[in-house]
C-alpha cells in the first residue's frame, strides 16, 4: 500500500475537502481523487460516501482512518529507529498577526533555521480571522493569533496574552498617570474595527462610562506609531511591541487610570504523523512562542 496514498486520505478527512487537500499537499484535485481511488481499487470498499451531497466517510473509511494513522505512524518510528534524519528541504507555513511579527516573529524564525538548515520558511501576516481561516483549510501549517482555530484534528495552544497600553508623544509622557478626562481630549486609534484591541478599546470606555468618544481604526501596527509619535493622538498598542517602536517613533507608553485587557494569543496547528521533522518544527516553533512571555522582550537600540 502506497503510504503518500493513505496521507491523501488522511488530510481529505481532515479537512473534509478534495480540493482543500490537494492545496494542503501542492497536489491536482484529480491527483488526490485518483489515490483515494487506488486506495478503495486495493481495498475493494469505498472509502468516501459519494452519495451524500455533505463530505462524509463510509462506514469502511471510518474503519480505514483509524489504521492510516497507525501507517504512518508506524513509518514514522521505522525512520527513528532505522534511518537517518531527514536533511531533505521542507516548508513550513506558518502565518501570525501583526503584533507577533514586530516581537517575537523574526527570532523564532532565526532560531527555527539554526535547529532546522534545511527548512523553507512560507510567512503570512493577517488578522486573526483570515489566519484561522487558512489554517482551517489547510494552507497554514501553525498560526499565532487573537482566536482559536476550531477544526476537528486541528490543535490549539493558549499562549501568554500581549499586555495592551496606550502609546503617544513624548510631550504627553509624565510621572501621573493620565486621567480619563486627560485622555478623552486626545484623537484615540486603535487596531483594525472588529479586532480584539477594537472591541476592548470600547468595551472600555462603555465601562467608564464614555459612550460618544470617536474611535479612529487602523490597520497597521508602524502607522498607529507614526501617528502617535507625530502628536496626532493616543494609540493602544502592546506593550512589548511599544517598547520597541519608542526610540524610533519618539513615542512612550503613557500610564492611564483607564485599563485595558491584554490581547489573547493562541497557536493553532496540524499535527504531521508522517512527516517528524516537520512536526518537530512545529512543537519547537510552538516552545518558542511559550518561552517568549516568559521573560521580558529585548529592547531595541537608539
Given at each position: 500500500m502506497n503510504l503518500k496514498f493513505v496521507e491523501a486520505f488522511i488530510w481529505v478527512v481532515r479537512l473534509k475537502s478534495v480540493t482543500r487537500a490537494a492545496e494542503k499537499l501542492c497536489l491536482t484535485q484529480s491527483a488526490v481523487s485518483n489515490r483515494i481511488a487506488a486506495l478503495e481499487s486495493e481495498l475493494g470498499v469505498e472509502l468516501i460516501n459519494r452519495r451524500n451531497p455533505h463530505f462524509r466517510l463510509s462506514d469502511a473509511g471510518e474503519r480505514f482512518m483509524d489504521y492510516a494513522e497507525?501507517?504512518?505512524?508506524?513509518q514514522r518510528e521505522?525512520?527513528?529507529e532505522l534511518g537517518t534524519p531527514d536533511q531533505q528541504p521542507f516548508s513550513l507555513r506558518v502565518g501570525a498577526i501583526e503584533s507577533v511579527l514586530h516581537t517575537w516573529l523574526i527570532p523564532m524564525v532565526d532560531a527555527l533555521k539554526r535547529s532546522f538548515p534545511p527548512i523553507n520558511f512560507e510567512l503570512t501576516?493577517?488578522?486573526?480571522?483570515?489566519l484561522v481561516e487558512q489554517v482551517r483549510r489547510g494552507s497554514l501549517d501553525l498560526v499565532f493569533s487573537a482566536l482559536p482555530a476550531q477544526e476537528e484534528g486541528l490543535i490549539n495552544e493558549t499562549l501568554e496574552?500581549?499586555?495592551?497600553?496606550?502609546?503617544?508623544?513624548?510631550?504627553?509622557a509624565?510621572?501621573?498617570?493620565?486621567?480619563?478626562?486627560?485622555?478623552?481630549?486626545?484623537?484615540?486609534?486603535t487596531f483594525q474595527r472588529g479586532s480584539h484591541p477594537h472591541l476592548s478599546l470600547i468595551n472600555a470606555l462603555h465601562a467608564a462610562g464614555v459612550y460618544d468618544k470617536h474611535v479612529h481604526a487602523v490597520s497597521s501596527i508602524s502607522a498607529l506609531a507614526l501617528l502617535a509619535g507625530s502628536g496626532f493622538g493616543v494609540a493602544t498598542l502592546p506593550r512589548s511591541v511599544a517598547e520597541r517602536l519608542e526610540p524610533i517613533n519618539r513615542i512612550r507608553v503613557l500610564a492611564t487610570t483607564l485599563t485595558l485587557a491584554p490581547l489573547p494569543l493562541h497557536a493553532s496547528y496540524w499535527n504531521y504523523p508522517a512527516n517528524p521533522v516537520l512536526k518537530q518544527a512545529i512543537q519547537e516553533a510552538v516552545a518558542y512562542a511559550r518561552g517568549y512571555g516568559a521573560e521580558p522582550a529585548p529592547r531595541?537600540?537608539?
Amino acid at each position: 500500500m502506497n503510504l503518500k496514498f493513505v496521507e491523501a486520505f488522511i488530510w481529505v478527512v481532515r479537512l473534509k475537502s478534495v480540493t482543500r487537500a490537494a492545496e494542503k499537499l501542492c497536489l491536482t484535485q484529480s491527483a488526490v481523487s485518483n489515490r483515494i481511488a487506488a486506495l478503495e481499487s486495493e481495498l475493494g470498499v469505498e472509502l468516501i460516501n459519494r452519495r451524500n451531497p455533505h463530505f462524509r466517510l463510509s462506514d469502511a473509511g471510518e474503519r480505514f482512518m483509524d489504521y492510516a494513522e497507525r501507517f504512518l505512524t508506524i513509518q514514522r518510528e521505522m525512520r527513528n529507529e532505522l534511518g537517518t534524519p531527514d536533511q531533505q528541504p521542507f516548508s513550513l507555513r506558518v502565518g501570525a498577526i501583526e503584533s507577533v511579527l514586530h516581537t517575537w516573529l523574526i527570532p523564532m524564525v532565526d532560531a527555527l533555521k539554526r535547529s532546522f538548515p534545511p527548512i523553507n520558511f512560507e510567512l503570512t501576516v493577517e488578522t486573526s480571522p483570515n489566519l484561522v481561516e487558512q489554517v482551517r483549510r489547510g494552507s497554514l501549517d501553525l498560526v499565532f493569533s487573537a482566536l482559536p482555530a476550531q477544526e476537528e484534528g486541528l490543535i490549539n495552544e493558549t499562549l501568554e496574552p500581549f499586555e495592551m497600553v496606550f502609546v503617544g508623544a513624548e510631550t504627553l509622557a509624565g510621572p501621573a498617570p493620565l486621567e480619563l478626562d486627560a485622555l478623552l481630549r486626545q484623537e484615540i486609534m486603535t487596531f483594525q474595527r472588529g479586532s480584539h484591541p477594537h472591541l476592548s478599546l470600547i468595551n472600555a470606555l462603555h465601562a467608564a462610562g464614555v459612550y460618544d468618544k470617536h474611535v479612529h481604526a487602523v490597520s497597521s501596527i508602524s502607522a498607529l506609531a507614526l501617528l502617535a509619535g507625530s502628536g496626532f493622538g493616543v494609540a493602544t498598542l502592546p506593550r512589548s511591541v511599544a517598547e520597541r517602536l519608542e526610540p524610533i517613533n519618539r513615542i512612550r507608553v503613557l500610564a492611564t487610570t483607564l485599563t485595558l485587557a491584554p490581547l489573547p494569543l493562541h497557536a493553532s496547528y496540524w499535527n504531521y504523523p508522517a512527516n517528524p521533522v516537520l512536526k518537530q518544527a512545529i512543537q519547537e516553533a510552538v516552545a518558542y512562542a511559550r518561552g517568549y512571555g516568559a521573560e521580558p522582550a529585548p529592547r531595541a537600540e537608539a
